[in-house]
């Protein structure tokens, strides 16, 4: 069926699936019984959002946050290569509160909305909580977290990590810990640093679906900096020089991005 006829695309290869996850996005253009209705209803719950609109017949794509203030949304343009497959690509973006993806594609006749909830299915505050990850020693990686208040006792935790440059996900090994104590995980060496660091932890349980959660680290915030080396005094009867070497780094920085302090004590 024509979709420019029925009003209706198909947001079905538009959503992706979660790891190691099962459930199918939810695609808001059928009704609660799973027929598919002729015009999508409007949603009274949802917030306003800006509307991206176009004339030219091209196809838009956007994501919202379910509680992101008003109109606060990302849009990128699609791609249709070839043949009636058309994609949009979004950078790094947290999934756990399941966003709504949208295709939007206007001309100057009429507007045609579809598009799908990324799902996270499990217990109500099961996912994981109180992340925090530190760089340090310019190679090592170190990150923590407690269970969700509602987890079950028995959950096992992975947490994956993925880099912006190479888009590869790669597992922290996680360390042994105490019945009461939090998750960690530790990951060393560290490959190439990138501008930012997408962080997913996933729950698996035989009682009960564990959600997951993740964020997205900018580099430059997990860092943590040894003191600086090798310093040396020299001292002539007119000044002293004090040297030193700026500290090792997994991030590429210049000498511009430091900011000594130094304190003198007679």
């Not at 310019?138 to 923590?144: D, F, K």
């Not at 009461?180 to 190439?192: I, Q, S, Y």
């Not at 959660?213 to 860092?223: C, G, I, M, P, S």
Request: hydrophobic fraction near 30%.
């Amino acid at each position: 069926m024509d979709p420019e006829k029925d009003g209706r695309t198909d947001g079905r290869s538009f959503g992706a699936q979660p790891a190691g996850g099962s459930a199918a996005p939810r695609d808001f253009r059928r009704n609660e019984k799973g027929e598919e209705a002729e015009e999508t209803p409007p949603r009274t719950d949802a917030p306003p959002r800006r509307t991206h609109r176009r004339t030219d017949g091209r196809t838009d794509g956007r994501t919202q946050l379910p509680d992101s203030p008003p109109g606060q949304t990302d849009t990128q343009m699609c791609k249709c290569p070839a043949g009636p497959l058309c994609y949009c690509q979004f950078g790094f973006l947290p999934l756990h509160r399941s966003p709504r993806f949208e295709v939007f594609m206007a001309d100057a006749k009429k507007t045609v909305i579809g598009g799908l909830v990324y799902p996270n299915p499990g217990l109500p505050d099961s996912a994981a909580t109180n992340l925090s990850c530190q760089v340090f020693e310019s190679r090592a990686l170190n990150c923590s977290w407690t269970p969700g208040h509602s987890a079950p006792p028995d959950t096992e935790y992975s947490l994956f990590l993925t880099f912006s440059r190479n888009h590869q996900a790669q597992v922290c090994p996680c360390v042994p810990r105490d019945s009461m104590g939090p998750w960690a995980c530790h990951l060393a060496p560290l490959p190439h640093a990138t501008t930012r660091l997408y962080i997913r932890i996933e729950g698996s349980s035989p009682t009960a679906a564990v959600r997951f959660y993740d964020a997205v680290f900018k580099t430059r915030e997990l860092e943590r900096f040894d003191p600086p080396d090798n310093i040396t005094v020299t001292c002539d009867p007119a000044r002293c020089t004090i040297a030193w070497t700026r500290p090792r780094t997994w991030q590429n920085l210049k000498d511009p991005d430091f900011h000594y302090q130094l304190s003198l004590t007679r």
